[in-house]
């Protein structure tokens, strides 16, 4: 596995939070990633979207923080997304079933 610095940015419109991921999603940045979606998961104000674009690997510390944001997202009725999954990203979706509860077209909601 290539050492891709992990690397999160916010990007906040009127109507939602995106955060875009870059690098490795693994054990070793799951705390940048826990930090970064506590600051911002309890917002009902806001959709929230993660952008996995530039996301290169994801293990199962990552699909886990995943779906502990879907569920507080869910819980608190506000809405959740996940955009620009790439190929190789959705196969470990899919093999974990997780895609079927990833929103990925709140676009025109917003």
């Given at each position: 596995?290539?050492?891709?610095?992990?690397?999160?940015?916010?990007?906040?419109?009127?109507?939602?939070?995106?955060?875009?991921i870059?690098?490795?999603?693994d054990?070793?940045?799951?705390?940048?990633?826990?930090?970064?979606?506590?600051?911002?998961?309890?917002?009902?104000?806001?959709?929230?979207?993660?952008?996995?674009?530039?996301?290169?690997?994801?293990?199962?510390?990552?699909?886990?923080?995943?779906?502990?944001?879907?569920?507080?997202?869910?819980?608190?009725?506000?809405?959740?997304?996940?955009?620009?999954?790439?190929?190789?990203?959705?196969?470990?979706?899919?093999?974990?079933?997780i895609?079927?509860?990833?929103?990925?077209?709140?676009?025109?909601?917003?």
């Amino acid at each position: 596995m290539s050492s891709e610095r992990f690397q999160i940015n916010l990007e906040e419109s009127e109507k939602s939070i995106q955060l875009i991921i870059h690098g490795e999603l693994d054990l070793a940045a799951a705390q940048a990633f826990r930090q970064a979606l506590e600051a911002v998961v309890h917002r009902e104000d806001k959709a929230l979207i993660l952008n996995v674009k530039h996301l290169r690997y994801i293990d199962s510390t990552g699909i886990g923080i995943v779906v502990s944001t879907l569920k507080i997202r869910d819980e608190i009725k506000a809405p959740f997304a996940v955009r620009d999954i790439q190929p190789g990203i959705r196969k470990l979706f899919d093999l974990t079933g997780i895609t079927g509860f990833l929103n990925e077209g709140i676009e025109g909601t917003l």
